[in-house]
């Protein structure tokens, strides 16, 4: 079965400056989908950026970008120019091609709660 | 665009009752899935519906159960609930069910059990 961990309860970065959050992952398939999606405190799921495992380029979104290691498992999340509204808690996703055994579902790792100082 | 709608937004029952949540998916959306996230975890897989059938289910016993009307909206039904059964109970909607689709969630209903 696959699994998502996420090592960092917390992390903080001043205003306008550059955060990475971390992610690996456990899987024995060779094709999958990564997330990460964002939760402020209004509760809803966002979603903030998606990769392709067989997409060896990076996803970007603006002032989100991933580092996507296939071979060590990684799926860190950067962003920069960190903004007050970017404050939230920070959740990476797994997802299997149709005909994975997972039954079509988001295993999600516990969250980084992510804090932004003015 | 009218995005992914859930309701109520919070719920109180006591033990043992019975609550249904209910979900209208975004609009040309036809796969629904449901999530539990208990305080301070990421959510956990409940199941998912496709087409008006469920399409996959997740590790929760029978007494979670559910439906998908023709318009792809669809209800959270918990039968006896417990303690552990508070938690945010999350909806999202996709286009379809595979694993290409990026889910879409709503806001979530809140449920506490007491």
């Known amino acids: 079965a696959q699994t998502v961990t996420q090592s960092q309860p917390e992390m903080s970065v001043q205003e306008a400056e550059t955060v990475t959050l971390s992610c690996t992952y456990d899987t024995s398939e060779s094709d999958y989908y990564l997330f990460w999606y964002k939760q402020p405190p209004s509760r809803q799921m966002i979603l903030v950026i998606r990769q392709e495992a067989y997409k060896q380029q990076n996803a970007t979104e603006n002032r989100f970008s991933v580092n996507f290691q296939k071979a060590a498992k990684s799926f860190s999340l950067k962003i920069s120019d960190s903004q007050l509204g970017d404050a939230a808690m920070y959740f990476c996703a797994y997802r299997s091609l149709p005909g994975g055994d997972s039954n079509y579902q988001l295993i999600w790792g516990a969250g980084t709660k992510l804090i932004i100082k003015p | 665009e009218t995005g992914v709608t859930q309701s109520p937004t919070h719920l109180i029952k006591t033990r043992g009752q019975q609550v249904t949540l209910r979900c209208s998916s975004q609009s040309g959306h036809n796969t629904v899935s449901w999530y539990q996230q208990a305080l301070g975890q990421g959510p956990q897989f409940i199941f998912q519906y496709y087409r008006e059938e469920e399409n996959g289910r997740g590790n929760f016993p029978p007494r979670f159960s559910g439906l998908q009307f023709p318009n792809y909206s669809s209800e959270l039904n918990v039968n006896a609930l417990e303690l552990d059964d508070s938690a945010l109970y999350l909806c999202?909607?996709?286009?379809?069910?595979?694993?290409?689709?990026?889910?879409?969630f709503g806001p979530g209903t809140r449920l506490l059990v007491l």
């Open positions: 999202a909607s996709s286009p379809g069910r595979g694993g290409q689709e990026t889910q879409y």
